[in-house]
């Protein structure tokens, strides 16, 4: 009986040996039929730039739109200049209103001024829509309000001072 599984063993070792591998296998068990080639005219199959294939992409997902609100944090300073980016920031963008926060006063009267060409700056850059008005403030104090609720006349945290 042991020389019985033994025989097979071996049996079936030196099959193996004899079937093809590599690209040769591939090809005997896709057949004919697969093995056209694109010739020389473009093809879906031929290498595609990665800038259409991400275009793409964005397009499929639908995330074309927050890849281009996400621009106005990450190329601020190309976007609308080195100049204003080192006196000015933006803080958030919603529903096509973005908040910009000046670090003087003067700059934000400067920036409620130019506010016009800002905003023409960032619709030839991003596309008309993405940005429809600008709230522009400047420098704040620390705010001791946190979350959505607050009592009027409590101290909040300073409360416990003293």
């Not at 300073?77 to 926060?101: N, Y």
């Not at 905003?119 to 705010?143: D, F, H, K, Q």
Request: charged share 30%.
């Amino acid at each position: 009986m042991p020389s019985d599984l033994t025989r097979d063993a071996l049996n079936q070792a030196r099959g193996l040996g004899s079937r093809p591998t590599g690209a040769r296998a591939r090809r005997a068990r896709r057949g004919r039929e697969d093995t056209t080639y694109s010739g020389p005219a473009p093809d879906e199959r031929d290498p595609q730039l990665l800038g259409s294939v991400f275009d793409g992409l964005l397009e499929e997902r639908g995330w074309r739109r927050s890849v281009t609100e996400a621009r106005v944090f990450a190329d601020w300073a190309g976007l609308v200049g080195d100049e204003l980016a080192r006196h000015c920031e933006p803080q958030a963008l919603r529903g096509g209103e973005l908040r910009i926060t000046a670090e003087s006063s003067a700059w934000a009267t400067q920036l409620r001024l130019i506010s016009t060409k800002v905003l023409a700056r960032l619709a030839e850059e991003l596309g008309s829509g993405v940005v429809i008005r600008l709230v522009v403030t400047g420098p704040t104090g620390p705010s001791w309000k946190h979350g959505a609720w607050s009592v009027r006349g409590a101290r909040g945290p300073r409360d416990t001072y003293g």
